[in-house]
């Protein structure tokens, strides 16, 4: 596992600036849309745990698969071409708005020809590895 200030990612690329989220219900989802807009951030992707077995790249081109049986029922907020320091006003306006921080990520050329599915899956091992101390290596 390797980790990275956010602020030296590389997060500006050719590619649409938005944000998906994933997994939220219908009142959840309205807050984080809102806590976006308030950020500047207007194009949103919401997905549900069907479309986990779409690919990051497909669903920034808009290409949205539907058939996911054995999907990761957890929440995740994914960025895309987003200033860190939205992404830091971002997690800031959850703990204000008291939403359960769900589990973020944002798109960088190793993770963007994963799907959705396999993204999810590397966070929540990551965020296992950090909460027992331990490391992990992809």
């Known amino acids: 596992m390797s980790f990275k200030r956010i602020n030296s990612l590389c ?3 050719n590619e649409r600036s938005f944000v998906i989220v994933y997994n939220f219900n219908a009142k959840d989802t309205l ?21 986990a077995n779409s690919k990051i790249e497909d669903i920034i081109k808009g290409n949205i698969d539907d ?11 994914i960025f895309n071409n987003v200033a860190h320091t939205k992404i830091s006003g971002f997690s ?10 769900p589990l973020m990520a944002v798109v960088t050329e190793d993770n963007i020809s994963w799907s ?16 027992s101390g331990n490391t992990l290596n992809h």
């Not at 058939?67 to 907020?77: D, F, G, K, W």
């Not at 800031?92 to 921080?101: T, V």
């Not at 959705?116 to 909460?131: G, M, S, V």
């Open 11 to 13: 997060t500006t690329n």
């Open 92 to 101: 800031d306006n959850l703990r204000k708005f008291k939403i359960n921080r």
């Open 31 to 51: 807050m984080i849309k809102n806590i976006l807009k308030l950020l500047g951030i207007k194009d949103v992707c919401t997905l549900n745990k069907d479309n």
């Open 116 to 131: 959705l599915n396999t993204l999810i899956d590397n966070l929540i091992n990551e965020r296992n590895a950090i909460n």
């Open 67 to 77: 058939t996911c049986s054995q999907c990761i029922n957890q929440r995740a907020v």
